[in-house]
């Protein structure tokens, strides 16, 4: 079985300063990794993913996760914040023939003025 | 494009009365799930579809039934609603099982 863990729930840091929000997964198999934003009273969208290939991933906006596959960890960083980046972030895994999606749960960042 | 359409978006439903939760992707998507998000435990996966006419139980099965109609259409039914099953339901789809979810808006449910 697959799991996911988020270690922090709340991370609050100011704007500008840089940022790590911290994901660990288990599983036995070959993963699929991603990070997932969720603003206020909406669905989940898609940040960032890694399927296969170079372990650092990056996204339109900024942020950038590595694969440590030793570690089996999908860190997620971003090197300067925005207000406009308050939001939750979900990490979440597919493993296994059947790839279900695995999320974990959440993390608020909050980046004050 | 709409990408996956949830309905309703807002519902409250007293103890014991069903209802039906309705998913629509118009992405040609193999797979589709539901989920519930519940506060500080994230996504728990309800039910899933990887394929059209194939349906299996995720994490949290108990109290809810799904029909995959048709490869875009994908519905959860809560037969006799109990006030746990207050919580926001995500539908979602993939073009492969585990890949790459779009998800919809989202359904409030609250059971009084």
């Known amino acids: 079985a697959q799991s996911v863990t988020q270690l922090d729930s709340q991370v609050p840091v100011f704007e500008e300063a840089p940022v790590e929000l911290r994901c660990n997964y288990s599983?036995?198999?070959?993963?699929?990794l991603f990070w997932y934003v969720q603003y206020p009273n909406q669905g989940l969208q898609l940040l960032l993913k890694?399927?296969?290939?170079?372990?650092l991933v990056e996204s339109i906006n900024g942020f950038e996760a590595e694969f440590n596959k030793s570690q089996t960890s999908f860190h997620l960083r971003k090197p300067s914040v925005h207000i406009s980046d308050t939001a939750e972030y979900f990490c979440a895994v597919s493993a296994g023939s059947a790839r279900q999606l695995t999320f974990g749960s959440g993390t608020q960042l909050t980046v004050l003025p | 494009n709409a990408g996956v359409t949830q309905t309703p978006k807002f519902q409250v439903l007293k103890t014991g009365q069903s209802m039906t939760l309705q998913c629509a992707q118009d992405m040609n998507h193999n797979s589709m799930y539901w989920y519930r998000q519940d506060p500080g435990m994230g996504l728990r996966l309800i039910y899933y579809?990887?394929?059209?006419?194939?349906?299996d139980k995720g994490e949290v099965p108990n109290g809810y039934n799904v029909s995959r109609l048709n490869k875009r259409e994908f519905s959860l039914r809560l037969e006799s609603a109990a006030p746990s099953q207050t919580s926001v339901y995500f539908c979602?789809?993939?073009?492969?099982?585990?890949?790459?979810?779009?998800f919809g808006q989202g359904t409030r449910l609250t059971v009084v």
């Open positions: 890694y399927l296969s290939g170079s372990t």
């Open positions: 979602a789809s993939s073009e492969e099982p585990g890949g790459r979810g779009f």
């Open positions: 579809s990887a394929s059209e006419g194939t349906t």
């Open positions: 599983s036995s198999v070959s993963v699929y």
